[in-house]
């Protein structure tokens, strides 16, 4: 079954605000095995609110309208909905007591304009708001359902609860959504994708997306049936051949970079330092990113000039002349001195030319040599990242991790 | 002028992700004078899509529609929106070269997929993508214009600034929208803000806004009128107020902190150096950030263990003991050491308990301790920074930048 929800509220158009009861509302709906397939927001007009009311019901069984019912004359969503299903509003003089009942209990005198709360969108019914003055409704028209909830999520979420919860499951067919998530990394987005999109298009019960980020590709797997066996199944079978096709490029089911190779360091006692030129920090950030880090990351250097990869790393200074600073004997010296002075068992080191100045024929923008040194021998790798400093830099920080990761699982 | 965003990408469905490469979007329209009257997200349904973009160019006759252009079956966008205007699409050599050349110059070859990247729709023009591969669409419909944008943000954002915008500019009725925003630093947004609204309440042709980031707040003022003159003069007026009220917790005009200070030390040709402990590499990434910082930041220890502390940063033993790493001797002594170390101008040094595990009584979570060390001497801070690891870190980078920054202003 699928559905869609409206945010109401001009604020929520500005450049400053985000809508985000639909997120609570989408959970909400996905455990009933709902599927918001679209969501708006929409501002204090009634007339483009009736048409984006329309829209929805035109494309889905049920709809759920946030915000918009408060007094004031820009609170338009119940005359938008009326309008969107061509009905009048009913004035119910029992919600007119229920809402001044609750302004004398706070000791306040009920203005004037709250009346407009009172009203009814006819053949609907009301949703009592244990916590606010507006109360929601519950409007069946034909086989759909639109649900009017009052914006402030103190207010709309005991409503969803209490009272929309229960009659979504009666008129919700028996769904279950299983999901699963693989990432992956060392492999193009698209190279991925060509490679997995056999598999998935073959379940048509399986739906799969595929998010990419510099060097982090996330697969989303999520499986509907009526029984929870059948879609644990359905993923099962995907899952395992996606497993196949990709081999160790994936890297967890859901955790970043930094946890996994925090857990394969704490399962052998390991410990870990950096030395960090181009990604200036960025590496050691996202590792101690993680609660705990500091049970096997001791620290490292940050050689951003070459003064500091001499003095603080030791590189020889001939070397940094003749090979220049951006190479691999550098990143391979980089990570051996970063590993002799802190005593760590493995380390890792970044050189490279984030942009946007710096680059070179021989080492343009993007290239980033990155060295790995343990109790095996140190080696390094060149790398070629395309974008700008941010991404070359994010793509450098967790290609180093990638590089660790194989290296302690022996790949 | 109206327009609406859609945003493409069942992703973004999910109860985990929001757009926000629409709030970035606003803003842009903003300045331009062109308001935000709806916005929709649609997951990746060829027919649903086509149907939403149908809505919205009934509505307004600006629609910008992001993602869904990457080269996968899911990616629908480009046959969603020709479908809506009732077009074809149409093949072009040259965008297929281009994606073919990108391809060449990172070594890879191009995947049979990226083909459908080359695909235009009828009577459009394509937008050069500067970092990625998908090009952008900008399609006339008479009056309307629909623009097709790549969904990562640091595609999306060149290709807007670059190839979008002086088109909209040429489209939009002449309505200026002057804005001035201010960064203040050392202040809570709930003190800053009861100082500041008495003055911009006072003017409805002013709307302000206030943003938080930990240790970062940022003051919006935006004067919409027809003549750009009067709405600088209204900006003058209040933002002159604001400046007396907060003095020198002002540190820029938009710039972000490590700009700032990058500026500074440029200006007086002096070189900076950090010790890090609790922010992890936090600080430096920030600092490096900025390109071309390479002038004046030379580099630094990650000293996040007690062992990197005394081996890397010389911190003598006998301290640690004595007074305990996250303390204000040792924040001194760091700074001291790497500052010797490097021979930089100045020196930087946090250590602190970030958590969620380590505060005791004394200590407690969120205790940080900042150490400056310059030609002048060298000094310590404790502070108490509340919220959860990231948002203690993300303070404790901030405040350490606006220390130098005081420094350096000798304030």
Same mark, same amino acid.
């Given at each position: 079954? &699928? +559905?869609?929800?409206?945010?109401?509220?001009?604020?929520?158009?500005?450049?400053?605000?985000?809508?985000?009861?639909?997120?609570? !509302?989408?959970?909400?709906?996905?455990?009933?095995?709902?599927?918001?397939?679209?969501?708006?927001?929409?501002?204090?007009?009634? &007339?483009?609110?009736?048409?984006?009311?329309?829209?929805?019901?035109?494309?889905?069984?049920?709809?759920?309208?946030?915000?918009?019912?408060?007094?004031?004359?820009?609170?338009?969503?119940?005359?938008?909905?009326?309008?969107?299903?061509?009905?009048?509003?009913?004035?119910?003089?029992?919600?007119?007591?229920?809402?001044?009942?609750?302004?004398?209990?706070? #000791?306040?005198?009920?203005?004037? !304009?709250?009346?407009?709360?009172?009203?009814?969108?006819?053949?609907?019914?009301?949703?009592?708001?244990?916590?606010?003055?507006?109360?929601?409704?519950?409007?069946?028209?034909?086989?759909?359902?639109?649900?009017?909830?009052?914006?402030?999520?103190?207010?709309?979420?005991?409503?969803?609860?209490?009272?929309?919860?229960?009659?979504?499951?009666?008129? +919700?067919?028996?769904?279950?959504?299983?999901?699963?998530?693989?990432?992956?990394?060392?492999? +193009?987005?698209?190279?991925?994708?060509?490679?997995?999109?056999?598999?998935?298009?073959?379940?048509?019960? /399986?739906?799969?997306?595929?998010?990419?980020?510099?060097?982090?590709?996330?697969? &989303?797997?999520?499986?509907?049936?009526?029984?929870?066996?059948?879609?644990?199944?359905?993923?099962?079978?995907?899952?395992?051949?996606? $497993?196949?096709?990709?081999?160790?490029? !994936?890297?967890?089911?859901?955790? *970043?970079?930094?946890?996994?190779?925090?857990?394969?360091?704490?399962?052998?006692?390991?410990?870990?330092?950096?030395?960090?030129?181009?990604?200036?920090?960025?590496?050691?950030?996202?590792?101690?990113?993680?609660?705990?880090?500091?049970?096997?990351?001791?620290?490292?250097?940050?050689?951003?000039?070459?003064?500091?990869?001499? $003095?603080?790393?030791?590189?020889?200074?001939?070397?940094?002349?003749?090979?220049?600073?951006?190479?691999?004997?550098?990143?391979?010296?980089?990570?051996?001195?970063?590993?002799?002075?802190?005593?760590?068992?493995?380390?890792?080191?970044?050189?490279?030319?984030?942009? *946007?100045?710096? #680059?070179?024929?021989?080492?343009?923008?993007?290239?980033?040599? !990155?060295?790995?040194?343990?109790?095996?021998?140190?080696?390094?790798?060149?790398?070629?990242?395309?974008?700008?400093?941010?991404? /070359?830099?994010?793509?450098?920080?967790?290609?180093?991790?990638?590089?660790?990761?194989?290296?302690?699982?022996?790949?």
């Amino acid at each position: 079954m &699928h +559905a869609e929800i409206i945010a109401v509220g001009s604020e929520l158009l500005t450049p400053e605000r985000l809508d985000t009861n639909s997120l609570w !509302i989408t959970a909400q709906l996905n455990l009933l095995g709902i599927e918001l397939v679209a969501k708006m927001v929409v501002g204090d007009d009634r &007339h483009l609110l009736a048409g984006a009311v329309r829209g929805a019901l035109a494309r889905s069984p049920v709809l759920i309208v946030t915000g918009g019912l408060g007094p004031t004359e820009d609170d338009v969503t119940r005359e938008a909905v009326a309008d969107a299903l061509g009905r009048e509003l009913v004035f119910v003089p029992e919600l007119l007591e229920a809402i001044q009942e609750r302004f004398r209990r706070t #000791g306040r005198v009920m203005a004037e !304009i709250n009346r407009r709360q009172a009203y009814l969108i006819r053949g609907g019914e009301a949703l009592p708001n244990a916590v606010g003055t507006a109360p929601g409704q519950w409007v069946r028209d034909g086989e759909r359902a639109v649900v009017l909830l009052p914006g402030p999520p103190g207010e709309l979420k005991p409503m969803f609860t209490d009272h929309v919860l229960p009659r979504l499951r009666e008129i +919700a067919p028996p769904l279950v959504i299983c999901t699963r998530v693989y990432r992956a990394s060392g492999i +193009a987005e698209s190279d991925l994708d060509q490679r997995i999109s056999p598999v998935y298009k073959r379940y048509p019960e /399986v739906a799969a997306t595929v998010l990419a980020a510099p060097g982090d590709i996330q697969i &989303h797997l999520r499986a509907r049936s009526s029984a929870s066996e059948q879609a644990e199944r359905w993923l099962e079978e995907v899952g395992g051949r996606i $497993e196949v096709i990709l081999g160790d490029r !994936i890297y967890s089911r859901g955790e *970043p970079m930094e946890a996994v190779i925090g857990q394969l360091l704490r399962a052998r006692s390991a410990t870990l330092a950096v030395a960090e030129s181009c990604t200036g920090g960025l590496l050691a950030e996202r590792i101690t990113s993680v609660p705990g880090s500091s049970d096997y990351f001791l620290g490292g250097l940050l050689v951003y000039s070459d003064r500091a990869k001499r $003095e603080l790393a030791g590189v020889q200074p001939a070397l940094l002349e003749q090979c220049g600073a951006v190479s691999e004997p550098v990143a391979v010296a980089l990570a051996d001195g970063v590993r002799r002075q802190t005593g760590a068992t493995y380390a890792l080191a970044v050189t490279g030319v984030a942009g *946007p100045g710096g #680059g070179t024929e021989q080492t343009p923008v993007g290239t980033v040599f !990155i060295g790995v040194a343990g109790p095996e021998g140190a080696g390094g790798r060149r790398f070629r990242f395309l974008g700008d400093r941010e991404r /070359v830099r994010a793509f450098a920080a967790q290609t180093a991790m990638d590089l660790l990761r194989r290296r302690l699982l022996g790949l």
